[in-house]
Nanobody, 121 residues
Framework: QVLLIESGGGLVQAGGSLRLSCAASGRSNWATAWFRQAPGKEREIVAAIGWNENKYYEDSVKGRFTISRDNAKSTVYLQMNSLKPEDTAVYYC?????????????????WGQGTQVTVSS
C-alpha cells in the first residue's frame, strides 16, 4: 500500500508563492505528478516528473511553477510562484506505477488526499 501525504496549501494573495510537498511511503522511484481541480471543473494535470528528472508543465503554469524531487526523502515538491486567482483549486499529488515521465491520468494509481490552494485577488 502506498500512502501520499500532501502539505503546504493555504491562502495567499495574487503574486505570492507557496510550496507544496508530497511525501510518499514505500518506493520513491515512480513518476509523480501534481493535479488540480477547481470547483465546477475537471481535474487537470499541472506538472509531472519522471525518475530521470524529465519534467512536464501545463502551459498556464510554465515559468511560474517548478516541480522537483528529493529521492532520499521520498518527497516531491511543487514550488508555485506568481500565483494567480485562477490557480485556486484543490491540488492532488499522484504516483504512477511506472518510473518514466507520463501525463496520462490513467497511469496514476496512487493519490493523496488533496490540499487546498486559494489565491485572492
Amino acid at each position: 500500500q502506498v500512502l501520499l501525504i500532501e502539505s503546504g496549501g493555504g491562502l495567499v494573495q495574487a503574486g505570492g508563492s507557496l510550496r507544496l510537498s508530497c511525501a510518499a511511503s514505500g518506493r520513491s522511484n515512480w513518476a509523480t505528478a501534481w493535479f488540480r481541480q477547481a470547483p465546477g471543473k475537471e481535474r487537470e494535470i499541472v506538472a509531472a516528473i519522471g525518475w530521470n528528472e524529465n519534467k512536464y508543465y501545463e502551459d498556464s503554469v510554465k515559468g511560474r511553477f517548478t516541480i522537483s524531487r528529493d529521492n532520499a526523502k521520498s518527497t516531491v515538491y511543487l514550488q508555485m510562484n506568481s500565483l494567480k486567482p485562477e490557480d485556486t483549486a484543490v491540488y492532488y499529488c499522484a504516483a504512477a506505477r511506472v518510473n518514466y515521465l507520463t501525463i496520462r491520468p490513467s497511469n496514476y494509481d496512487y493519490w493523496g488526499q488533496g490540499t487546498q490552494v486559494t489565491v485572492s485577488s
